[in-house]
């Protein structure tokens, strides 16, 4: 088992930046591979980035690229996920997942086996 857990959500206005952090811990050994993926209401989940722990590989969505960052630290069992230059439509609730079974970054909701709770994130006009 891996658990999850997300933090540094929060209001922001339009133009603003956040930075979403994930603790992961347990079976650690065996994450090969992070995402973040997020939900607005109404809407389906999708997904925003991925990151290949082994190699700090990315992957992005087009509607974020250029404007957010996925990083991680192993040290620190640790990704994060930084959002710059932010638009109403970014407004979600964002999710990280984690991956074992997989060996690149992946941008489908099934590659991954864990899933915390998520961080509301609200961009204001």
């Known amino acids: 088992q891996v658990q999850l857990v997300e933090s540094g959500g929060g209001l922001v206005q339009v133009g603003g930046s956040l930075r979403l952090s994930c603790a992961f811990s347990?079976?650690?050994?065996?994450?090969?591979?992070m995402g973040w993926f997020r939900q607005a209401p109404g809407k389906e989940r999708e997904f925003v980035a991925a990151?290949?722990?082994?190699?700090?590989?990315?992957n992005y969505a087009d509607s974020v690229k250029g404007r957010f960052t996925m990083s991680r630290d192993n040290a620190k069992n640790t990704v994060y996920l930084r959002m710059n230059r932010l638009k109403p439509e970014d407004t979600a609730v964002y999710s990280c997942a984690a991956a074992e079974m997989i060996s690149h970054a992946c941008s489908g909701y099934g590659c991954y086996d864990y899933w915390g709770q998520g961080t509301q994130v609200t961009v204001s006009s």
């Open positions: 990151i290949r722990l082994t190699d700090s590989g990315t």
């Open positions: 347990g079976r650690t050994a065996s994450t090969y591979a």
